[in-house]
């Protein structure tokens, strides 16, 4: 199936460990996305990528960092995980960052820091 | 203060009633999404537009640029239709800003 998909779907680990999360779309899009949906279910972008090359970082910790080895893969670790970075963090694409480019969106990865 | 604002923040609605949402933003944008996130966690994005109307089955989308609003109406609602609706704006350079979302339920 075309998609986004993203890996795991639920990861639970604890403070000060470091963990990945992976992301990869089969839809030919250029662009990727990192995105953060808290407690109160808001969404925040954290990266964007475009074939392969950061286009936005937001200020996030620097312990947060996008790793693209193709345009179809943005994968995320992040080091000394911290109880305030549990969420649901999204993976998305789009064919690019014009208005002819809708988002898909990845199911999402519950992280739970204990 | 957020740069997209919703309302109202929760909606409960009688089946088959006329559903509007609300979206305002304060910034310049290069197009404005409506996304649907269902009770599983999935989100879909339902529409991407920056001018005028769309209208996809029972869902229709209007954006007026002159005052940075957007609607999003859903016609003869169903219970399916419950989900959370989130407004989001892209700006130049792939900048993205999000509105809190709208949790609708729909009653039988």
């Known amino acids: 199936d075309t998609a986004v998909s993203q890996t795991p779907k639920y990861l639970v680990t604890q403070m000060g460990n470091d963990k990945s999360i992976k992301c990869e779309q089969n839809l030919g899009h250029d662009t990727m996305y990192w995105y953060k949906q808290d407690s109160k279910k808001f969404l925040k972008i954290m990266f964007s990528y475009n074939n392969k090359e950061l286009i936005i970082n937001e200020t996030v910790p620097n312990r947060f960092s996008p790793k693209s080895p193709d345009k179809a893969h943005l994968n995320l670790h992040i080091n000394s995980l911290e109880l305030g970075d549990s969420a649901v963090y999204f993976c998305a694409s789009s064919l690019g960052t014009d208005i002819n480019s809708p988002l898909h969106f990845g199911n999402g990865t519950r992280l739970t820091v204990t | 203060k957020n740069e997209v604002e919703q309302s109202p923040q929760n909606l409960t609605a009688q089946e088959g009633e006329f559903i509007t949402i609300n979206c305002s933003y304060s910034?310049?944008?290069?197009?404005l999404h409506w996304l649907q996130q269902h009770p599983g966690g999935g989100i879909v994005s339902l529409f991407m537009?920056?001018?005028g109307k769309k209208k996809h089955g029972r869902l229709i989308a209007t954006i007026n640029i002159q005052e940075k609003h957007s609607s999003l109406h859903i016609t003869a609602s169903h219970p399916r239709d419950s989900a959370v609706y989130i407004c989001a704006v892209s700006l130049a350079g792939n900048q993205f800003y999000f509105g809190t979302g709208t949790s609708l339920t729909v009653i039988p």
């Open positions: 910034v310049g944008i290069s197009a």
């Open positions: 537009l920056s001018s």
